[in-house]
């Protein structure tokens, strides 16, 4: 499985990841917070929206690294085991002693880390940017609540790739974008419904919450929270179980294909 991780990481090589990463490093420059700390930590509409909890909020670095990062691990993991099955190097590659299984979870890993590091360099540079400006930095409470914006990614990664285990590449990307989309559609529908009258929200919520819960809620992970507590322990445990859950049908997809076909068939 390593020998998968590593062929993964490789693609970091390439031009287009190597643009990517420029992308990245300037737009966490650009988004950087220039307002001092006490001002920026309650002027975040967004999480004041989404959230009525008292805690630390997201800042807008960690949207933007999010949102780089979810559509860099789209890309690679979508791609990756179409491409590598109709090359046929996953042959050569499942010729060495690994399943699989392990090589499923060596590309889910490789992506993690490649996604983990354009994250963290995106963060990083908004964060010493306002150090130049402004020389002061974040507490550690408020970092660490911009690095738990990174969960998401984990079971977008492991969606990704499970959907890419039936489809080819360009099907597969766009499959995941559309369910990425109603995912956050229908994150949105309660407050929404919350919204409207009592009259107008007492027919509608019953048909479109039968849909709600087909989708993972991303909103959960914007909310303010503190860094010890019940919501964050919740987090963990949507993020690992929604992670379990894509891979093991992944898993369960390539192990029943012959691959020596060139086709997932």
Known sequence: MNGVIHFTLIKLREPAYMIMFSIAVLLGYVMTGTSPIQDES??????????SNSGYSVLPCSFVALGI?????????????PREIDSGVIMLILSKPISKT??????????????LMIFLATLLTSFL????????????????????MFLPIIPLTA???TVSCFLSDISAMIIVTIYITFSIFFSIVPLA???????????VDAYILVFYY????????????????????????????????FLTIG?????SCDLTRGSMS
């Open 129 to 148: 940017t306002r150090y130049i400006y402004l020389k002061e930095f974040y507490s550690p409470m408020i970092i660490m609540r911009q690095l738990y």
């Open 214 to 245: 087909f989708f993972p809620n991303f909103i959960y992970f914007f909310q303010n929270f503190q860094l010890a507590g019940v919501i964050l322990l919740s987090l963990l445990f949507y993020t690992i179980s929604l992670t379990i859950i």
């Open 193 to 203: 419904i919350a919204l409207l009258p009592k009259t107008l929200s007492a027919g």
């Open 69 to 81: 990062t979810a559509i860099i691990t789209i890309f690679t993991a979508s791609s990756e085991i």
């Open 102 to 115: 392990e090589y499923l979870l060596g590309k889910f890993i490789g992506t993690i880390i490649i996604c």
């Open 159 to 161: 969606l990704s790739i």
């Open 251 to 255: 898993a369960n997809r390539i192990n």
């Open 42 to 51: 309650s002027a975040s509409l967004w999480t004041q929206i989404i959230s």
